[in-house]
């Protein structure tokens, strides 16, 4: 049992470059989430997804797109890659009520220059 | 909107000491209440929960209460050990007039390193 995996665990882009980190998970999760992790500012929601075909936006959505075609993968896709993207990205899972413990993944650091 | 917030770090502890990390927050509906630990080079994990007012979440040594009337779920461990060095996050999980879908609201994180 993985768990939660992401790749890659590094990536350096360039600015206006674009890529898509990887998530999936094992453990038969309908609910997934992806958050940026800055330097002492906590996490913050990029996108959530609550099945396969059924996405939306968290806090902080801009630059970010995302699809859910199966309810292992929820990949992150980034489009013209800006230095303020400059962060690590979690994807997690779980069973989506408000009681229930979110899943992590090890994290992708990325940097953007 | 809901928001968490946690005491300033880092904290430096000796072995054995007894640690207190504030949490308090601001949230408009019911929340269940978490505190994820993340090691160096990890994802983070879940430490303890609790649901509902005055439950007490408890995991390794570590505890905290759901204060309801201070809006308060600060963490606590009598005796640390230096394996306990880590980020501990502090989160929200808010139900409001149905479900929050799991979302979680983080406060900034709080690095404790604990010496022999």
């Known amino acids: 049992n993985a768990g939660v995996t992401q790749t890659p665990k590094f990536r350096i882009l360039k600015i206006g470059q674009s890529m898509t980190l990887q998530c999936a998970q094992d453990m038969n999760h309908n609910y997934m989430y992806w958050y940026r992790q800055d330097p002492g500012m906590g996490l913050k929601l990029i996108y959530y997804?609550?099945?396969?075909?059924?996405?939306d936006k968290g806090e902080v959505p801009n630059g970010y797109n995302v699809s859910r075609s199966t309810t292992e993968d929820f990949p992150l896709r980034l489009e013209l890659a800006a230095p303020s993207q400059t962060s690590v990205y979690f994807c997690a899972s779980s069973w989506g009520q408000e009681s229930y413990e979110q899943y992590f993944g090890p994290g992708t650091r990325l940097t953007v220059t | 909107g809901n928001s968490v917030t946690q005491m300033e770090g880092p904290v430096t502890l000796s072995e054995e000491a007894f640690l207190t990390i504030n949490c308090t927050y601001t949230a408009t509906g019911y929340p269940s209440l978490f505190w994820y630990v993340q090691y160096p080079g990890e994802g983070l994990q879940l430490l303890l929960k609790a649901t509902k007012a005055d439950d007490k979440g408890s995991n390794k040594g570590f505890e905290a209460t759901y204060r309801k009337e201070t809006t308060s779920f600060h963490l606590e461990k009598g005796s640390v050990q230096v394996s306990d060095s880590a980020v501990y996050f502090c989160a929200l999980s808010d139900r409001l007039g149905g479900t929050s879908y799991g979302k979680l609201t983080f406060g900034q994180g709080t690095i404790l390193t604990v010496h022999p």
């Open positions: 997804s609550v099945g396969a075909g059924i996405t």
